[in-house]
């Protein structure tokens, strides 16, 4: 038996505690999974306004009280608190870097009323990797494995590797940096780079400086010894243009031997159709008789009548260019002509925020549309709806694909990352498709796809054994757990 691995897994967000989107999903499944395999993972995040001290059982950490953590000319006091990821089969040690007035705050990210990030989002996470790094030494953990994730941890992989070079609880750590999403970078004016204490070596073109601003996404692509994305499809795009690397390809490309997609997988206790919490009736592929009750419960729900022969396509998401927004809201009327209803939950740009409620008041019979983050409504919509459509630009994974192929709700999606790895198109391949897919990102192409769906819908028995298809595919994280596992060990025997 290989010895169990100490990993320190780092994110900004990790259900249940905090989430704004699939990297909280991935930061509260795979580290359980992980500890299933008999290894030592902790996972740190900062403590938001949402991590409710009572809820989640977390108690102090004398030790770890009232650090204090300097950023530029400002000092900080940061405390590490802890508590557990508990399934019925585990438990994650988790720790919460805490200061009121850096992270208690109305929203993760964004300020909702400029609807731009906080302006000292930097200080921020500035201050989160140097508590992790001050919770590390005090406690005399050493990590075989740092895995970060994303811009709000990467700048640990330069402060590990310069300033803590010669740091003996670090001798043999390796970093892995995983990305969730290039788009978001962290990109802060030049004088941020101060705050960080790192050398000056690493404000340099082949370190984090970027167009005379620093960068934190490439600071970790730059030191970190392993980069992963979240799907292999996703991992070539970001090599090939801007619109998937979004000014960091070129990185990308340099990197490509020290870079691979791994596909996330999905919570499967947490998205069940068999005992899901939040839908009020249940079902499995062997009887999906109870899928109609919740189609029923959903359409009550936005006040939409229930038509036994018209399809309801659901979407959750988060409401930005990404998801393929701009596609819908020019094929939005076309949709609306053929016989199906849309249900749709998300927030965001206010722009589409308004061009979808506009769309419900004026088709009140077949369009329900509710603004805002509402966990229980998102189990409900992949539960009662017929498809779930993802016109996403870019999807480094997407993980909502993911659970409506189990709640047999075919996904109709564009073929980019993730979407391209999981969805297989029904018209081209009868026998093994889940979905419908579109190439293009272009807008008739997505009325073509909507109208193939709401034609194949038509046809029951084909439909059935679709739905049957989708929900027997296994996207459980343990395939994937394994190659993070695989991929730590062979790194540690790298000298
Ligand atoms: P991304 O991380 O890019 O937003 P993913 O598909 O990977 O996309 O993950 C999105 C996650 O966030 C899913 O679990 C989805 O159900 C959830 N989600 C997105 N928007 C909302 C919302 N408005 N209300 C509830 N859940 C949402
Ligand atoms: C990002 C991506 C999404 C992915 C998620 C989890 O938010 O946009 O595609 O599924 O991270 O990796």
Redesign the pocket.
């Known amino acids: 038996m290989p010895k169990p691995l100490s990993i320190l897994y780092v994110s900004s967000e990790v259900v249940p505690f905090a989430?704004t989107?699939?990297?909280a999903?991935v930061s509260g499944a795979l580290p359980q999974v992980i500890r299933e395999m008999g290894h030592d993972i902790r996972i740190i995040m900062p403590k938001y306004a949402t991590v409710s001290d009572r809820k989640f059982k977390i108690h102090d950490i004398k030790r770890l009280t009232d650090m204090p953590i300097e950023i530029g000319d400002k000092t900080y006091l940061s405390s590490v608190k802890s508590s557990f990821l508990t399934n019925i089969r585990t438990k994650v040690q988790v720790y919460f870097v805490s200061n009121d007035d850096l992270y208690c705050r109305s929203d993760l990210y964004i300020d909702p009323k400029t609807k731009e990030g906080w302006p000292d989002n930097d200080d921020r996470f500035i201050f989160f990797c140097k508590s992790v790094i001050e919770t590390m030494l005090l406690l005399g953990w050493k990590p075989d494995i740092i895995h970060l994730n994303d811009w709000q941890s990467a700048i640990l992989a330069p402060m590990i590797k310069t300033m803590y070079a010669k740091e003996p609880l670090f001798k043999n750590t390796k970093i892995v940096f995983t990305i969730?999403?290039a788009a978001y970078q962290g990109i802060f004016p030049a004088d941020t780079f101060e705050k960080t204490d790192l050398p000056q070596k690493v404000m340099t073109p082949d370190g984090m400086e970027y167009h005379g601003n620093v960068n934190f996404m490439k600071a970790g692509l730059q030191y970190a010894d392993y980069i992963t994305t979240v799907s292999k499809t996703y991992s070539k795009e970001i090599q090939e243009s801007n619109d998937f690397g979004f000014g960091l390809e070129g990185i990308f490309k340099k990197k490509s031997r020290k870079l691979t997609g791994i596909l996330n997988g999905m919570d499967t206790d947490v998205w069940n159709p068999e005992d899901d919490e939040h839908i009020p009736a249940h079902y499995s592929k062997k009887d999906f008789s109870g899928k109609v009750e919740n189609k029923k419960a959903l359409l009550e729900r936005f006040k939409l009548p229930y038509d036994e022969k018209v399809p309801v396509i659901g979407i959750?998401?988060?409401l930005v260019d990404?998801k393929g927004l701009d596609l819908i809201e020019k094929r939005l009327d076309n949709m609306l002509k053929l016989k199906c209803q849309i249900v749709v939950?998300?927030?965001g740009q206010k722009e589409y925020e308004k061009m979808l409620q506009a769309a419900a008041k004026k088709n009140k019979k077949q369009v329900g549309v509710e603004i805002?983050?509402?966990?229980a409504?998102?189990h409900l919509i992949e539960a009662g709806s017929d498809m779930f459509l993802m016109p996403s630009k870019y999807?480094?994974?997407?993980?909502?694909q993911m659970?409506s192929l189990r709640y047999g709700t075919l996904p109709i999606v564009r073929a980019t990352g993730g979407l391209a790895d999981t969805v297989i198109d029904l018209n081209e391949n009868p026998k093994k498709g889940n979905g419908f897919v579109f190439d293009e990102y272009k807008a008739p192409k997505l009325l073509d796809a909507v109208k193939r769906a709401v034609k194949a819908y038509g046809d029951r028995e084909n439909w059935e054994a679709a739905m049957k298809r989708a929900m027997s595919a296994d996207f459980s994280w343990n395939r994937s757990a394994d190659k993070y596992v695989e991929l730590y060990r062979k790194l540690l025997k790298k000298k």
């Open positions: 989430k989107g699939g990297l999903d969730h999403n959750v998401t988060r990404q939950l998300g927030s805002g983050f509402d966990e409504l998102a999807e480094p994974c997407g993980l909502n659970y």
